[in-house]
């Protein structure tokens, strides 16, 4: 009996071992797509790929302000769990300058207040910024000057304190998010838009009025407190 069921059992065992074989094969296969399907979640969550860096524009007076408004090129979008997160880089005269923005995902109050949205230093890049905006306000200042590392403003979303006023959120481009901030110092409050455009990668920074002008600086580079 032993002879005549050898043959069965050695197939058995070839069989066994060869699926096993497989399962092996198809196991690390698995461990791969899966590795891979985590990458492609954590990239997803973290950022949306680099844009590439565009020079800085200025918009004058004609463009409805007093000369000293800029736009400032997206070169990267993330989140984390409180903050939308924006990098924004932009080239001038052979220099790279620019500032991460943070906008809170807390729901703002229902007229559209809320805080904070919050300016961080990229180093070199925020301290040309800084220098760049002295120069525009004609306000000067130290020239070993640097950007704060943290600087928070209150705020209130445009578009919600128009919906909350006449019901709609106006005629402004929906691609926009539009902001007004709000710099307390230790006599004033200096007031400054920022508009962010996601779909077509571009910041503005711009003027609400020239007397805010040296508010905003004290603010930018910490000395507002």
């Known amino acids: 009996m032993h002879r005549v069921f050898t043959p069965v059992y050695n197939l058995i065992q070839f069989l066994i071992k060869t699926i096993y074989q497989h399962m092996k094969k198809l196991a690390v296969l698995v461990i791969a797509l899966a590795q891979?399907?985590?990458?492609?979640?954590?990239?997803?969550?973290?950022?949306?790929?680099?844009?590439?860096?565009?020079?800085?524009?200025?918009?004058?007076?004609?463009?409805?302000?007093?000369?000293?408004?800029?736009?400032?090129?997206?070169?990267?979008?993330?989140?984390?769990?409180?903050?939308?997160?924006?990098?924004?880089?932009?080239?001038?005269?052979k220099e790279s300058l620019g500032l991460l923005i943070f906008v809170t995902k807390k729901k703002t109050n229902g007229q559209g207040f809320g805080n904070a949205i919050t300016f961080k230093s990229l180093g070199k890049e925020s301290d040309n910024l800084l220098h760049k905006l002295s120069a525009l306000y004609k306000k000067k200042i130290s020239t070993d000057s640097k950007f704060a590392d943290t600087v928070s403003a209150s705020f209130v979303d445009l578009k919600e304190f128009a919906k909350s006023v006449a019901g709609s959120s106006g005629e402004g481009d929906s691609n926009v998010d539009e902001y007004k901030l709000f710099f307390a110092s230790k006599n004033d409050v200096g007031?400054?838009?920022?508009?962010?455009?996601?779909?077509?990668?571009?910041?503005?920074?711009?003027?609400?009025?020239?007397?805010?002008?040296?508010?905003?600086?004290?603010?930018?580079?910490?000395?507002?407190?």
Do not use: F, M
């Open 36 to 93: 891979i399907g985590c990458s492609l979640n954590q990239n997803k969550s973290s950022g949306s790929s680099g844009s590439a860096i565009k020079p800085l524009i200025v918009l004058t007076d004609k463009d409805d302000g007093w000369g000293a408004d800029i736009r400032l090129s997206i070169t990267n979008i993330s989140e984390n769990d409180s903050s939308k997160i924006y990098k924004a880089i932009s080239s001038d005269n």
């Open 191 to 225: 007031e400054l838009y920022l508009n962010i455009n996601s779909t077509d990668k571009w910041v503005e920074l711009k003027e609400k009025d020239q007397d805010y002008r040296e508010v905003v600086l004290e603010a930018l580079t910490g000395r507002h407190h």
